[in-house]
């Protein structure tokens, strides 16, 4: 797996009190961060890794590294081989700012170049897209080749098709032991209701809540990371993004704090603000009896 090895001295950031769980299997294992765009794990739980301050050993591994879509007009029309240039570059900043260890992009073209529309993008079918068999090939094999420990991707909230094609990719990909969570894709969830996302997540992707992570005290650097991906960022998306973590913490107040066992209160006197939610598979039905309950 060619990839960049971006580990350098850095000033470690100060941490949030009550760091526990999930923070502490960043700062001691391997970590791999599944994105299908460059920017989309800055977005949906780049307070996390903000807490987390620096991974022990994390891998950012972009799916869909190819593109045509730029939000300044003048970079649109450089083209798509400009604009996936200036996107690795971003991706390769946020990876020093967040203490990244590695960078793999597979090179694949995303939506915008194999013919879909806003529409269409997040409205078609998974089975249509021709690309579904060697994105999914090769998203598993990355993931394996991992070996990590702990492994974070995408929930396809809001149903774009690239964020399908990765999160059906993840399932089962992990090795035995390895434990999967699923962020909410921002700023996609921030632009439907509440009642909506949950549905999404429970009923068509048969997760379940893991931990509520309280990213109240980094919110700011959290912005400041998607703010690096210039080419695709503007205010609107920060604000859907903090739309809802907001809602999030004010829904769930027992959330945890920066990354706590799952069911662990927030600690004395402090209410999050700003949470971020990572969700697990459900478990799998019992077996029916065949013979019928005895």
């Known amino acids: 797996m060619g990839g960049d090895s971006l580990r350098g001295p850095a000033c470690e950031p100060a941490r949030p009190p009550g760091e526990r769980a999930l923070a502490e299997r960043l700062r001691e294992g ?26 022990a050993h994390a891998t950012l591994l972009t799916v869909f590294t190819r593109s045509a879509w730029a939000l300044p007009r003048r970079l649109r029309r450089a083209g798509a081989r400009v604009i996936s240039a200036q996107r690795r570059q971003e991706e ?12 793999w992009p597979l090179g694949f073209a995303d939506a915008s170049l194999r013919g879909y529309d ?19 090939e090769a998203v598993a094999d990355a993931v394996r080749r991992s070996d990590a420990d702990t492994v974070l991707a995408p929930a396809a909230v809001g149903s774009h098709i690239d964020h ?7 399932h089962g990909a992990a090795r035995e032991g390895a434990l999967v969570l699923f962020y909410e894709d921002l700023p996609y969830a921030g632009q439907h209701e509440a009642a909506a996302v949950e ?8 997760l379940v809540p893991f931990a509520g992570v309280d990213i109240s005290g980094v919110v700011e650097q959290k912005v400041r990371g998607m703010y690096v ?4 960022t503007d205010d609107e998306c920060v604000r859907e993004a ?30 999050a603000s700003h ?20």
Do not use: F, K, N
């Not at 390769?92 to 960078?103: D, H, P, T, V």
């Not at 399908?164 to 993840?170: I, Q, S, T, Y």
């Not at 549905?199 to 048969?206: I, N, Q, S, W």
């Open 164 to 170: 399908l094609l990765v999160h059906g990719a993840v």
């Open 229 to 232: 991906y210039g080419s695709q």
């Open 30 to 55: 391997r970590t791999l961060l599944v994105s299908p765009h460059p920017d989309d794990v800055a977005y949906s739980c780049g307070g996390l890794l903000a807490a987390v301050g620096r991974p």
């Open 118 to 136: 806003d529409v269409a993008e997040v409205s078609s079918p998974l089975e249509a897209d021709g690309m579904r068999d060697a994105v999914e």
């Open 92 to 103: 390769l900043r946020y990876c020093r700012m967040r203490g990244l260890a590695e960078y």
């Open 199 to 206: 549905r999404t997540l429970r009923d068509e992707r048969r």
């Open 242 to 271: 903090l739309h809802h973590a907001r809602r999030t913490a004010t829904a769930a107040p027992g959330s945890t704090v920066a990354g706590a066992a799952p069911g662990a209160p927030p600690g004395p006197g402090r209410t």
């Open 275 to 294: 949470v971020e939610r990572l969700w697990i598979a459900a478990p799998a039905a019992p077996a029916a009896d065949p013979a019928g309950a005895r």
